[in-house]
């Protein structure tokens, strides 16, 4: 079996917005030298409105166009150089846990963590948030990992359902919200795992 890696953050659509941002700062350089010299500002004002419009209708068209992506035990799902992959998930119906194995990578030189990470399950539109959170944060060193174990209390049997490792805690913005095609923009998918206590 060929394990997939998911990359979170795309270089192309980094890329764009940094551009979005330097003609953003250029358009408003050129509206207070327009102001200060009491020019009409009406045309770049014009053009910074359009180029912010069209830069949020992308966002908002790739998002609500995306689908989430299902995952397989052992398929990597990266941010940047940090990176996580559902080992196995194992439930008990008993005391309605769901105990999820991670292993957790750096894919970088030096020792990193990632402080913006987060999992839950999800079941249709209810997120159930891991009663251990701090086990994704912790250092890693780099070109090392480490299998975390996070447990989650379930309502019941979870005939389906998904773990989702995210950059956001839950409501948590973050620089992604503004990148075209991020996991964390308004309306996009999320990659996970399915799990499910039958």
Known sequence: MIAATVQENPALPQVLMLLVVVVTIGLAVLIAVSVVTRRSAVLPLAVLGGVVLLYGAAIVGVSAASGAQDLRPGDVKCFDEWCASMVSAESDPAARTVAVQVHLENHGRGAQRSVLAGAFIET?????????????HLLL??????????????????????????????????PGAIVIGDEASPFHGSAGWPVGSG
């Open 141 to 174: 060193p780099g070109g090392g990992g480490v299998n975390v174990r996070l447990l989650f209390e379930v309502p019941g049997r979870l005939a389906s359902a998904r773990f989702v490792i995210t950059e956001a805690a839950s409501g948590q913005l973050t």
């Open 124 to 136: 249709g539109r209810q997120r159930l948030w891991t009663r251990n959170p701090d086990e994704l």
